[in-house]
């Protein structure tokens, strides 16, 4: 046995313990695992933070598309299996220790049903950098109104993301569609993608301070969009890569739909190319809509309506809900290209439409100290 399947097996007795003690807590389990999905995050939760804090929404937006970009190409990677049809494909049950003529048996819920190799979860990864983000924007809000507030700012940040890894670790092993080695790597990717992306590069360019200060940002931008066409070049040469080597990159979506109980419940877009292309597409609309600008639209600019941003927001929420659905029944390649058009869209209008529309409601009050707050801030 090799190291993978030793750390299978343990799984799989994990998520049995998990399945038989924790049956009540289906329904939560099935809410958590929808709210850390990464197409809801992009979709819903996204739009609403662009309505309060463009900085925050900035630093959210690239952390998730560049995340899942590459979870979905450490997928492709490592093709690592799913709990749910390694149990049926394995031949260990049959041979010493084991020796039993009966394959360990998991239950499977609606969310079992996704494709895609299983190795890091997004889940986990889209959780932690939700988490760690959001804990540190409240610490910063802290920081401005209470003073001396580092210390437990930190201690509060170490047991939220402990105990959200633990909650997401359980909720997501209890459908298995993971093994728990795969849930701590993608926590980990989550955990290091924050520090390294904000740090490095959204706060010194939204801020201009560091190296990033003294280019001009055209020139920046630049930067930006050749490093997503890199990171197209490196998903294609994945792909076909595989494809030389005699591995399908459609294996896992073959396996899913072979062990799946109820594959009706499968999805097209968890399907590792249509996540591509919508991170891809995410990141080049961070790339062409994120400017120094967005700093103009933070959490304490003042005069702006929030509420009448999220109501404009609604609206268009629910317009790209109505287009992705008439797109479905389009041949795939015309989806495809209506997807990633869509989403660059997208990006223009939750980071700077919103933004600018949160302003109109003080607009006819006095229109010149509206524009003088907004540069100030």
């Known amino acids: 046995m090799t190291l993978t399947d030793h750390l299978n097996v343990f799984g799989v007795m994990v998520i049995q313990l998990i399945q038989y003690n924790y049956q009540d807590f289906e329904g939560f389990f099935s809410l958590l695992n929808t709210i850390f999905h990464l197409e809801v995050?992009?979709?819903?939760?996204?739009?609403?933070v662009c309505c309060i804090d463009s900085v925050f929404a900035s630093q959210l937006l690239?952390?998730?598309?560049?995340?899942?970009?590459l979870t979905t190409m450490m997928?492709?990677?490592?093709l690592d299996d799913r709990p749910y049809w390694w149990v049926q494909e394995t031949s260990i049950y049959l041979a010493e220790p084991y020796q039993s003529d009966k394959r360990p048996l998991l239950r499977q819920t609606y969310q079992t049903c996704e494709v895609g190799p299983g190795s890091p979860s997004e889940h986990a990864m889209a959780a932690v950098v939700v988490v760690v983000l959001f804990i540190l924007w409240l610490t910063q809000i802290a920081k401005e109104k209470i003073p001396n507030t580092r210390v437990w700012s930190w201690i509060i940040l170490a047991c939220a993301f402990s105990m959200n890894m633990f909650v997401v670790i359980v909720a997501r092993a209890y459908t298995a569609s993971h093994f728990p080695h795969q849930l701590l790597l993608g926590g980990f990717?989550?955990?290091?993608l924050v520090p390294t992306l904000c740090v490095l590069v959204v706060d010194p360019y939204l801020w201009q301070y560091g190296a990033l200060s003294k280019r001009d940002p055209v020139v920046?931008?630049?930067w930006f969009i050749l490093a997503i066409i890199c990171m197209v070049a490196i998903s294609v040469l994945t792909y076909y890569g595989l494809k030389v080597f005699?591995?399908?990159p459609a294996w896992s979506i073959k396996m899913a739909y072979r062990y799946c109980h109820h594959p009706e419940n499968i999805s097209r877009d968890s399907m590792p190319i249509i996540s591509l292309l919508s991170y891809i597409a995410y990141m080049f609309g961070w790339a062409i809509c994120v400017s120094p600008e967005v700093t103009h639209f933070a959490y304490n600019t003042e005069r702006r309506s929030r509420v009448f941003a999220f109501l404009i927001g609604l609206f268009f929420m629910?317009?790209?809900?109505i287009i992705k659905q008439v797109s479905c029944h389009f041949d795939i390649k015309i989806y495809y290209l209506t997807q990633f058009i869509l989403i660059i869209f997208k990006s223009f209008v939750y980071l700077r439409?919103?933004?600018?529309?949160?302003?109109?409601p003080y607009m006819f009050s006095n229109p010149c100290k509206v524009l003088v707050n907004s540069r100030k801030a």
């Open 189 to 192: 990717i989550g955990a290091t």
């Open 353 to 360: 439409f919103l933004p600018d529309v949160s302003h109109f």
């Open 62 to 69: 690239l952390c998730l598309a560049f995340g899942g970009w």
């Open 41 to 48: 995050l992009l979709d819903l939760w996204f739009p609403v």
């Open 318 to 321: 629910k317009t790209f809900d």
């Open 246 to 248: 005699s591995w399908d």
């Open 75 to 78: 997928k492709w990677w490592l």
């Open 220 to 222: 920046i931008k630049f």
